[in-house]
């Protein structure tokens, strides 16, 4: 069975720092793009940052450039992200998401929804004192 699944989740202070992490199972990882993506009621799903699957960093949004991370350990079957400086408008449901590597450049990646396949159910980041 395809599956993703986010973990690292929760309520965080201001200023605080996070570690999400997306473990996959059921399909050929090693072929895949990785994206996180985060959603917060009445609003657009936004993509945030993604990996290729040779662990090489592609789109990062300017929201989040410079205060978030990506990275990724094939042997786990695992991206991570580390989301640091953490603010109140962090506040949202993350997302990671796998789309075939084919999809995309030979070396990148983007952040464009419709070309990931797969989704993880979400998990919810909480920025609040």
């Known amino acids: 069975q395809l599956q993703l699944v986010e973990s690292g989740g929760g309520l965080v202070q201001p200023g605080g720092s996070l570690r999400l992490s997306c473990e996959a199972s059921?399909?050929?990882?090693?072929?895949?793009?990785i994206g996180w993506y985060r959603q917060t009621p009445g609003k657009e799903r936004e993509g945030l940052i993604c990996?290729?699957?040779?662990?090489?960093?592609?789109i990062v949004a300017n929201s989040v450039k410079g205060r978030f991370t990506i990275s990724r350990d094939n042997a786990e079957m695992s991206v991570y992200l580390q989301i640091d400086s953490l603010n109140s408008e962090d506040t949202a449901v993350y997302y990671c998401?796998?789309?075939?590597?084919?999809?995309?450049?030979?070396?990148?990646?983007?952040?464009?929804?419709?070309?990931?396949?797969?989704w993880g159910q979400g998990i919810q980041v909480t920025v609040s004192s």
């Open positions: 990996i290729n699957s040779n662990g090489l960093i592609g």
């Open positions: 059921g399909f050929t990882w090693d072929d895949y793009a």
């Open positions: 998401a796998a789309g075939p590597q084919r999809r995309f450049s030979v070396i990148g990646c983007t952040i464009v929804a419709s070309l990931y396949d797969y």
